[in-house]
């Protein structure tokens, strides 16, 4: 796997598997919930050697060790199954990025295809994550610079379930870069499931993708707080001629 253009920055870690998949789907939603929300909290976890009551014995960093359950986070190459299917080729730098069509919040349509198109910061953030709203501002300032140039665009996927909630921030920030309610476009009949599409397990998550549709960056967690520079990037990623 080409980890090369993947950054792990600060808050919110996407795991290259979650958890220890077979055990998660038995776990009720709110203990799934429960776990991401230690995470974005910054719980630390601890490489072990854990031996399972078949014998099978793995190595694997413990997310979370109570009385109740053990959570692990093991290496996407180790999880060669769940449920006896494959799992879905991971989406890394210089993988297409999944198409859609969706509407945003203001019933625009936004869209991402493998016809050549302008080059794409794709964001997901939810309003009351600490790290999103450091990254805020500068998504604003991005959308700002950009406004005027076909060959950038900047659009957004909001994972709040509370749309009075996300109406409310974009009020509150004075928002005016797209936003779409990835709530609302699952609900809809065909509607596209964004944060399925793109394997969107924790947030913030940056994706960069070209001109071509191509991934070319990912970014987990904030940008803003590890000191990415997202401007040079998409700049990195513009035509030369």
Request: charged fraction near 20%; charge should be neutral; glycine fraction near 6%.
């Amino acid at each position: 796997m080409n980890t090369e253009n993947v950054r792990t920055i600060s808050g919110i870690s996407l795991v290259a598997v979650l958890l220890l998949l077979t055990l998660l789907m038995a776990f009720p939603r709110t203990k799934l919930l429960a776990a991401v929300s230690d995470r974005l909290f910054g719980v630390e976890a601890w490489a072990a050697s854990v031996r399972l009551d078949d014998q099978t014995t793995l190595t694997a960093d413990v997310l979370q060790a109570d009385d109740e359950d053990v959570i692990l986070r093991l290496p996407r190459e180790n999880v060669k199954t769940v449920d006896g299917k494959p799992l879905p080729a991971p989406l890394v730098a210089g993988m297409p990025a999944p198409a859609f069509q969706v509407i945003d919040i203001e019933g625009r349509p936004q869209s991402l295809g493998a016809a050549r198109g302008p080059v794409t910061v794709l964001h997901f953030w939810v309003s009351w994550c600490p790290h999103c709203r450091s990254d805020a501002p500068k998504i604003q300032a991005l959308h700002n610079q950009f406004a005027q140039n076909p060959q950038v665009r900047v659009l957004t996927v909001s994972l709040d379930q509370q749309r009075a909630k996300l109406d409310q921030f974009v009020k509150d920030r004075q928002v005016t870069y797209p936003v779409i309610s990835a709530q609302e476009q699952g609900a809809r009949p065909g509607g596209a499931d964004l944060a399925a599409l793109y394997h969107i397990t924790s947030f913030p998550i940056t994706i960069l993708i070209d001109g071509q549709g191509t991934i070319r960056e990912k970014v987990k967690g904030s940008f803003v707080e590890s000191g990415v520079d997202l401007e040079a990037t998409v700049k990195g990623l513009l035509p030369t001629s």
